[in-house]
């Protein structure tokens, strides 16, 4: 996952016409770091997307604007807008990530 690092390289990305998943994190968060040990695969399944991963730490702003609640979170974008959120709560698993992305389809 590409990590994006300032509010004009995420709007870029996301303006780019293409599907995009951002997911958003931070470094002290467990949750994050547990999604990090089962992504892997799920990012290879599911390649038609173009993967990123955002610290909600450094770009508050944007976490704020796209209502980013909680730590790890998956949106995804396409044209600018945000299609699909899976907040925290329900990103806890390989099989609730995959659930929502299968969803997505």
């Given at each position: 996952?590409?990590?994006?690092?300032?509010?004009?390289?995420?709007?870029?990305?996301?303006?780019?016409?293409?599907?995009?998943?951002?997911?958003?994190?931070?470094?002290w968060?467990?949750?994050?770091?547990?999604?990090?040990?089962?992504?892997?695969?799920?990012?290879?399944?599911?390649?038609?997307?173009?993967?990123?991963?955002?610290?909600?730490?450094?770009?508050?702003?944007?976490a704020?604007?796209?209502?980013?609640?909680?730590?790890?979170?998956?949106?995804?974008?396409?044209?600018?807008?945000?299609?699909?959120?899976?907040?925290?709560?329900n990103?806890?698993?390989?099989?609730?990530?995959t659930?929502?992305?299968?969803?997505?389809?």
């Open positions: 996952m590409e990590k994006i690092t300032t509010v004009e390289q995420f709007n870029t990305i996301i303006n780019s016409g293409k599907e995009i998943l951002v997911k958003f994190y931070a470094g968060c467990p949750d994050c770091t547990r999604m990090d040990m089962f992504i892997d695969p799920i990012i290879e399944e599911y390649n038609r997307y173009e993967w990123y991963e955002a610290n909600r730490d450094d770009l508050p702003e944007l704020e604007k796209y209502d980013v609640m909680g730590i790890p979170s998956l949106l995804i974008f396409k044209d600018g807008e945000k299609l699909a959120h899976l907040h925290s709560a990103a806890k698993s390989s099989e609730q990530v659930t929502f992305l299968q969803a997505q389809a």
